[in-house]
């Protein structure tokens, strides 16, 4: 059985696509990863890593739906700096969790469109491991990242994730 680990950037994802005026659809993102191997022995873990504003009930609510859709939620309070500006970047978490699911997993699936993962797709691919991005669109996914991994899709082009 092959053990797959996805892992989503949702502050990458939701900043992306909340711009565009675009609502994502992690039920039907979930259900899309699952499909596209269907008649294959899989055993999937879902990871979202989601930094939050304690007074943000719109981000509460996410984490809820999330938590009930079938990801495990990785959540974080946003730093608040002197400036006023806030600091709301999980890259470090979602590569320590993906490190120490080094062994047990064998294709990670990366759901961002962050160039600060090309390093360590690089080491995972060095490793064996099948890498999947599924990346945020022309012009909103690294090039690099593209580039570094097995395979890669946008999510924009999954049949019913973004609305």
């Known amino acids: ?83 006023g500006s806030a600091k709301a970047n999980m890259d470090i978490e979602i590569t320590l969790e993906i490190l120490s699911m080094t062994e047990y997993l064998e294709q990670v699936i990366l759901i961002t469109g962050d160039g600060d993962f090309v390093a360590l797709v690089d080491w995972l691919s060095k490793r064996g491991k099948r890498i999947t991005v599924i990346g945020l669109g022309r012009g909103y996914t690294s090039v690099e990242l593209i580039r570094s991994s097995d395979e890669y899709y946008n999510m924009d082009e999954i049949e019913g994730v973004i609305t």
């Open 1 to 83: 059985m092959t053990k797959v680990g996805v892992f989503i950037d949702i502050q990458n994802v939701q900043e992306t696509f909340e711009r565009q005026g675009k609502e994502v659809r992690y039920d039907a993102l979930r259900r899309n990863v699952i499909l596209q191997n269907k008649g294959e022995e899989r055993e999937y873990k879902f990871i979202a890593f989601v930094p939050f504003k304690r007074d943000d009930e719109r981000r509460q609510r996410l984490i809820d739906a999330l938590s009930f859709q079938g990801y495990r939620v990785v959540a974080k309070p946003v730093r608040e700096r002197v400036d």
